[in-house]
């Protein structure tokens, strides 16, 4: 292909809304549009790795065993196979919510980026109000992706989720997400979270 097939290309992706310029000094960066376009077009699902599902198996089995670790576990193995801030919440006789990753999620490089680090900040600081807005969601009992300023996250544009919710014996409805840079791996964070989730209720 071409350098002139290639910008000709670039253009087209911009003019139609795929393609965008923050910055006059900065090169071209997938939209919002674009990330949508992904998710509900081209993303594959992909079962996870065999080390990842052994990981999970165990933690599975930890968790049935010992139903009292559901959260702290649950939530904090997940942000270190995903590395995003990820948390885990209900809402049924008086909230609940762990949270684990926010370390790990800043090493990102989009956080060179001071407003954007200030912006997720915010956002953590309302983890609460972000939970239930998701508990009150009427998104299917898969995993589901949010992008941009999608609901839940109107006020976190720069940023993306996957969502699952799921009913737990103990905790009744429950929901558990991870959250980070649009450019995250989406197809890796939807089959971990859906994997998890039907392997611990089994």
Known sequence: MSPATIRNAMLELGDDGYLEQPHTSSGRIPTDKAYRYFVDNLMSRKDPTRNEKMLLEDLAKEIRERHEMLFENFVKSLAEEVGLF?????????????????????????????????????????????????????????????????????????????????????????????????????????????????????
């Not at 609901?151 to 976190?156: F, R």
């Open 86 to 202: 990820t948390a885990i919440a209900s809402f049924n006789n008086g909230s609940r919510i762990e949270t684990y990753g926010l370390e790990k999620v800043f090493e990102e490089p989009e956080f060179d980026d001071r407003n954007l680090t200030v912006e997720f900040s915010r956002l953590v600081d309302n983890i609460d109000d972000i939970a239930g807005k998701f508990l009150e969601d009427s998104f299917e009992d898969r995993p589901s992706i949010f992008i941009g300023g999608e609901k839940p996250l109107h006020n976190a544009k720069e940023f993306s989720s996957v969502a699952m919710k799921f009913l737990d014996n103990e905790f009744g409805n429950c929901v558990i997400f991870s959250i980070g840079p649009k450019r995250m791996n989406y197809e890796k964070v939807s089959s971990l979270l859906n994997f998890i989730v039907k392997d611990m209720m089994e």
